[in-house]
């Protein structure tokens, strides 16, 4: 049986119902930038998007997102303009090592959707994937940062 | 054209697609000797200045988020006055050839990462190829114009000519400069009141590929006709393979074969990093072969002991506490200063062993044949890693092909190549490219962990609270188990003791003993070895001390660092007077009046000296009911010399203090039965954001003395920073780590 789905936009078809999507991404679909942390959805290391929520894709099952969108890391910039996310992240140079951050981009885009404007608290409970660098206290700046221009880009979208 | 750099390494440059480019070390200084053919085979690149006027540098440190790949080019550019903007960075690659001996060629860079050590050694040299570049673009630039060289200057990547008012591009320089004769003597380095580029806070290089998601780290690579592998390890530490039936994993898609990995005597082979015994599962999906690995069925033998690691501390404090252990040093006459104590103050402290956790775990690409091996991998020393190879496959190391990645986290887990090892031994066996990727529970509990220890420290206050006698015992887990033949106890106890730092090496009459605790685990470094938990044992002693004496915890600091001593082992000197300033520096930035406890609420404050900075942290904490905490803010001043970077040094404190807070909080690493309890995340609980400090304030004292790291050193201040200010807060004084319920 072949499951179907759509990555970045992009239309594409699974054999192996079993195999968790990262390992899809990973090693099918040549995208990389989707990591491998534990395995058990703990650290949020390959965090990616599936119709839009924020999903550790270590215990997605290909057969699971049958039908569904999927969206990674390498799917967020548009026309060679990045996301507001990965926009913030760079102003706010967020990373040391990097291995987490592409996760935490992902879960960020999903902390913003339900809550545009996160206090700091929100933030503390609401960001999950845990960074083994300790990058959190630019993580707090990188999330307030990405809020402000995300509602930038909206306003301008609407204006548009 | 070469050019001698310092005493071993030499300098390059020849002209290279339109531009220029600088080399620098074994390869150059072979080149001088005459050896032709070794220099052929370049060490690597290290700048390069192409025609569109951007310039690549490379540096020989590898980047496991400590920053270097943006802080060591910013030296080189500084002298060079290139424009900042235009430097692209990236890691060299690293050879080594056949007549090395020891670690890498000693060239300017040291290759890898270790010991917070970058920025110390590449201070001058870095700066040298710099200002030779810049040299040679200006007496090109002089030679076209027709004028001379010093009525010219340099601003970021233009020469120019100021009396006429002209100016040309390096881009359109370099190819000219490239075949000029190197300078003469001494090059001149700038006066750094100057400098532009360095000590500016300067944001990372390479984010946006890190946030793009391009492939970067050892995980992400790949080679062609590659096979997938995984290990099964045996849940006892020391076990080995009894009998394997693969029937059933074999019979599974997409299997290729199953390995059994040899059983390694620490020092058998390539060194001292064992592997454990395994049987690996090679596949042609990762999937497929955790899959199969699942299928396997392995007996294990019975290990040698099987150890319950609470058991193992508890019998070696006893022989500790009874004498029993190793005089390390003794000064004075401590007898006497205890007999005649106005106060004496005892303590017993404890820290765990914990694993390194790099969130990307250990992989390797390895690619053997009978003429060469190709091996990926991310690594903290590309050096043992080709040497490691050239051991077990009898390989010249001229055909091991080492490429270095970036590292998803390091904090000194990739200084050892077992990883690399177990992936040679199975790309021998199947003689196809394979990427080992150990799972997250192999990686946790195939680990060299940081050693634990118990810290029995005494000491003696006169009647004016002048400390006049000190012992400080020690029993750990030594970092140089099975690390060489000799396992004595002597030998054993080298630098697990802390004979030179303060406040105890002040102390007229002070006695160090030491004992080992016996354990299988294999153990390393991890980030600040060693003073990870000095650090914390002493300064929460320290605050202790301050108690008896009634004085504030600052100001009794203050009082015992008077005078202007060096003091140290040599690699790390420090001296009273940079370790008291920066306690002083952060009592001023956070207005220190003392614990001020109320409320739930207090502060605490400790500094400590290691790898060649000195930071002190005020952190102020609250304590809820039943038991848990927040850290509010932390206040940190830092002295690391020159601030390079201060971008980096502020990020380096931030990730610090948090790898701190998350390991004091929660983590521990313990054995029941000869096993390691924790296997992943849900046992090994990394913190989130929700336990993290996110209001930190760095403070860094103004210095011209020469830079030194701070991949490390921000670290051992922040535990007993955090515990005094617990204590302050609940009148609980936390000295064993993990914190965990404690308070509750
Ligand atoms: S790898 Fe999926 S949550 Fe850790
Ligand atoms: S930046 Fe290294 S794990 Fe987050």
Redesign the interface.
Known sequence: MAYSFTINDRQVTAE?GD??LL?FL???MD??????????G??G?CTVLIDGEPTRSCVMPVEAVDGAAVT???G??KNGE?HPV?QA??EE??????????GQ?MATIGLLKYTPDPS?TE???Q??????????????KGVKRAAELTKAAGEAGEKA | MTLALDRRSLLRVSAYAGGMMLTVGGAAARAAQGDAAAAAQDLGLYVQIRPDNTILIRTATT?????TLTSVPMLIAEELDADWSRVETEMMTPQLKSTDTGGMPEGVFAQGAGGSRAIMTSWTPARKVGAIARAMLVAEAAARWKVKPDTLETESGWVVDAARDRRIAYGELAAGAAVRALPDGEIALKDPADFRIVGQPQ??K???A????????G??HKMEGML?AVVLRPPQVGAQVASVDDSAAKAMKGVHSVVRLPDQTPGQVWGYDPIGAGVAVVAT???AALKARDALAVEWTDPPTAENSADMVAEAEAKLAGGEGLKVQEVGDVDAAFANAAKVVKARYQAPLVAH?????QNTIAHVTAEKATIITPSQQPGSCARTVAAITGLPLEKIDVTMT??????GRRLATDQVAEAVYIAKAVDRPVKL?W??ECDMRTDFYRNGGVHLMEAALDADNRVIGWKHGVASHSINYRRSEDQSIEALSSREVPTEDAPGVLVPNRRYDFMPIYSAVARGWWRAPRANIFGWAEQAFVDELAEAAGEDPLAFRLKLLEGEGSYGDGRDQYTLARLSGVLRHVGEKAAWKGPEAGGGKARGIAGHFSFGSYVAHVVDVTVTEGGAFSVDRVVSAIDCGVAVNP?GIA?QN??????A??TARELEITLTNGAVDQT???SYQ?????G?????ETHIVPSTEAPSGMGEPALPPFAPALTNALYAATGKRIRQLPIGTQLA
């Open positions: 192996e195999m968790p390992w990973r090693e099918e995208l990389v930038g989707t990591k491998f942390g534990c395995g058990i703990s650290c290391a990674t890391i390498e967020l910039a990045l990965q992240w760079i140079d967020v990373p040391q090592c990097g291995y987490c951050q592409t981009i700091e933030v503390r409970e960001l999950n994937n845990f960074c083994r660098c300790g990058t959190y206290a630019r993580l707090m | 980047e496991i988020g400590q920053g944001k990372q390479n984010t946006l890190i946030v793009t998601g391009k492939p970067m780290f995980i992400d997938h999906s990762h999937w956790a790099t969130l990307e775990p970036r590292s998803g986290g390091g904090f990727l799972t997250r971008n990020m931030e990730g610090s203090i948090n790898d807070l998350s992943n995340f849900d990394v913190m989130r954001m929700i993290a400090a996110t209001r930190i």
